[in-house]
């Protein structure tokens, strides 16, 4: 088996790209690409966050909710809140294939974690989460939040 490294720029910095070329597709290349699925699985489930002086490991399925003001990240989990800096556009590219969904233009959720939704003021309503949290979801991101929801 030979093994290679090629630097591509065109990917992002959190984007790797894995090529496996074999002259035939034979057991040895299957079992080959599920175990690189599985690695892709295993890290696919925990955000790494920066807090503070380290590195935070926060598993995906625990984080009920993200909200942003200013520059500060809060992550609230079920366990516990983390802050974080960073924005939320990028937060949301790397977990709304997780069920996460923007509710306004300083929040995303994780849909699992969504107990119900009350009709708010001027138009808006307010998401009521795990762990009573409550976010407030704009007018402009509630036709979203339906179809995620199949409404």
Same mark, same amino acid.
């Given at each position: ?24 597709? &034979? ?23 920066? &807090? ?25 989990? &079920? ?18 294939? *997780? *069920? ?12 699992? *974690?969504?107990?119900?939704?009350? &009709? ?32």
């Amino acid at each position: 088996m030979k093994i290679d490294f090629n630097k591509d720029d065109q990917l992002n910095d959190d984007e790797i790209n894995v090529l496996v070329s074999a002259k035939e597709l &034979t057991p040895e290349v299957i079992d080959l690409l599920s175990m690189l699925k599985d690695v892709s699985n295993k890290n696919d489930n925990w955000l790494p966050v920066n &807090t503070n002086d380290r590195v935070q490991m926060i598993a995906i399925d625990d984080i009920i909710g993200i909200e942003v003001y200013q520059n500060e990240l809060n992550i609230y989990t &079920t366990e516990e809140q983390f802050a974080t800096t960073g924005t939320l556009k990028d937060m949301y590219e790397k977990l709304k294939k *997780h *069920h996460f969904i923007q509710i306004s233009k300083s929040a995303i959720i994780n849909i699992d *974690h969504l107990d119900y939704m009350e &009709t708010a003021f001027s138009g808006n309503m307010t998401a009521f989460l795990t762990n009573d949290l409550k976010l407030n979801v704009s007018r402009k991101y509630l036709p979203g939040l339906k179809k995620s929801l199949r409404m």
